[in-house]
């Protein structure tokens, strides 16, 4: 399995790159949030991907952060959900728009990715809503690049210290798990934490935790 390339970008195609690897060029497709958020040819890109291997076909898609990897894998599990639903759903919403979305139930937000109709929006959301709360704590670990052109396939390694994460992933990894450990459920934790992320994008820990508290407390 290739869990992770670190290569030179030969060229961009709309829904794919070609990855030089020394010599080896491996087409990665990506969403399109991802491809926009790419360098251009010539410049060296890390991606973590993801192997798909059937009798007719062999594709490898590409993504920026463990969690984007992860929610593709999630949402691909979904019974009508292939590789390009997933992909369209990511590239709408982002992962941290899927984990909101999916935390708060809110298949409309789901149903704007292109080709995503309301009966597969609705499946995502109730078979994936559990799920939710470990993808958001797994923060926005980014795959870098190491090096220059001399650029390899490696693996991730367990033992590899993990990078840090972009400030409003991170924070809401950091809140999910106060809420965890304050006694609240995986499922009440994470709507609540996306619901505060929602409205106050750029709020550090501490300002999630007392927003979703005030979500969460009894009301009347």
């Known amino acids: ?65 463990l969690a984007e ?19 369209a759903i990511l590239g709408a919403l982002g992962p941290d728009g899927v984990s ?41 670990t980014p795959a870098r690049a190491h090096g220059d052109a001399q650029a390899e396939v490696i693996e991730p390694s367990a033992g590899r210290p993990a990078r840090a994460a972009p400030a409003a992933s991170s924070a809401q990894a950091d809140a999910l798990s106060a809420l965890g450990n304050l006694g609240y459920g995986p499922g009440d934790a994470a709507g609540a934490v996306a619901q505060a992320a929602g409205d106050m994008p750029d709020a550090d820990t501490p300002a999630l935790i007392r927003a979703a508290l005030k979500l969460l407390a009894p009301k009347g």
Not at 42 to 51: C, F, M, S
Not at 69 to 87: M, N, P, Y
């Open 1 to 65: 399995m290739i869990g992770k390339i670190t290569g030179v970008i030969d060229y961009r195609a709309p829904d794919h790159v070609l990855i030089d690897v020394r010599g080896v060029g491996y087409l990665v497709f990506c969403s399109e949030r991802t491809l926009s958020a790419l360098p251009g040819a010539g410049e060296v890109v890390a991606l973590y991907t993801d192997l798909v291997v059937r009798e007719d076909l062999m594709q490898l898609f590409g993504f920026q952060t």
């Open 69 to 87: 990897k992860e929610w593709h894998r999630l949402l691909t599990s979904v019974q009508g959900v292939g590789a390009k639903a997933s992909l």
């Open 100 to 140: 909101r979305a999916i935390a708060l139930g809110d298949w409309n937000a789901v149903k704007a990715a292109k080709g995503v109709g309301p009966k597969i929006a609705q499946r995502v959301v109730q078979e994936l809503k559990d799920k939710a709360p470990g993808v958001m704590a797994m923060g926005g």
